[in-house]
Each structure stands twice: as C-alpha cells, then as structure tokens.
C-alpha cells in the first residue's frame, strides 16, 4: 500500500514538472508582445484635420500643466525659479513635439521605482538645461 501512495506521488511530482515546461516551449511562430504598443505608431495616416485637432488637444494640456505649475507656486510648494524651469522644459518639449510629431502614450511613469522631475522631485532643483 506503501508502494503505491509513493509511487503516485512519484507521478504527481514529475507531472508537476514536465507538464509547465511542455507548455512552456515554443514553436518561434509566436512573436513576443512589444513592450511599447505604439513603436509602429505612423503619424502619417492622420490627415491635416486630425492633426490640426492633436495639436490642439496637445496645447489644452501644455497649458493646463502650466496653470497647476503656476497653483504650485501660488500654493509655496516650489519656488518661482523652479517654475520656471519647469516651464520652459515644458516649452522646449513641445517645440520638439511639435517638429517631430507626437507619439500617443504615457511616458515614462515611475520606470524602475524612481521618482523624478515633475513626480515628486520637488525637494530638487528643476534640470535648466
């Protein structure tokens, strides 16, 4: 009876094993999922109208972002001079976006668990450059 209660359980291990790493193979007929979901994101298949109304979405943010810098210092949470640092990063942003298109996302978030510039990086000057 000893015998049989082991050997099942025997079994039961090695099905345990074999049968996630069989499932597991692959064929290479699969590709990976991109990390990125709009890495092939073509700004090309927007017309002028659509475009036109990006651009315009994308300054309503531009200056709602301004306008809680601006509440920011209003508030004493950072000085003036990190506001305007802060804003003119903002503007050089938004000149770059506007000459080399925009790509839709979120950005980088909080990658890695670091916290950074407009985040919470608020005990820490502005980067001026």
Known sequence: MKKKVIAGLVVALVLALALPI???ADSGTTPPPSKRPFINF???QLDENEMKELNAIHDQMLNLRKQM??????????????????TARMDEKAKWQKENGFTPGFGH????????????????????S
């Open 69 to 86: 810098i601006k509440k920011y210092v209003e508030f004493g949470a950072i000085s003036q001079e990190d506001a305007d640092a802060l």
């Open 42 to 44: 073509d700004q090309s």
């Open 109 to 128: 978030g909080m990658k890695g668990g670091k916290r950074g510039g407009f985040r919470g990086g608020w005990s820490t000057k502005a980067p001026t």
């Open 22 to 24: 069989a499932f597991a």
